[in-house]
Nanobody, 120 residues
């Protein structure tokens, strides 16, 4: 069993910054990918940014140049640095990790979600 714990959401003014963190714990053998999704009211959940163990990183177009995803493999933690935030970035942000557990099987896990609100 693997647990993901998110932190770092909150209320920020347009143009401000926030940093999200997501730490994984439990029966982890290897983490294949780490990412962040978001879901705004009335909209579908969308991928924001994702990074794999092979070094591939991708971002949705609307956050390129403003958001940066990074990972600390020693801590099984993924971060999302969000700069130049806009009201349209307001959403619940979910951490997602694809983990190979000690069973040898690969599973996808989700964090509990953290609210990011960009408003003046």
């Amino acid at each position: 069993q693997v647990q993901l714990v998110e932190s770092g959401g909150g209320l920020v003014q347009p143009g401000g910054s926030l940093r999200l963190s997501c730490a994984a714990s439990g029966s982890i053998l290897r983490i294949y990918s780490m990412g962040w999704y978001r879901q705004a009211p009335g909209k579908q959940r969308e991928l924001v940014a994702r990074t794999t163990s092979g070094g591939t990183t991708n971002y949705t177009d609307s956050v390129k140049g403003r958001f940066t995803i990074s990972r600390d493999n020693a801590k099984n933690t993924v971060y999302l640095q969000m700069n130049s935030l806009k009201p349209e970035d307001t959403a619940v942000y979910y951490c997602n990790q694809v983990v190979v557990t000690t069973t040898g099987y690969e599973y996808m896990y989700w964090g509990q979600g953290t609210q990011v609100t960009v408003s003046s």
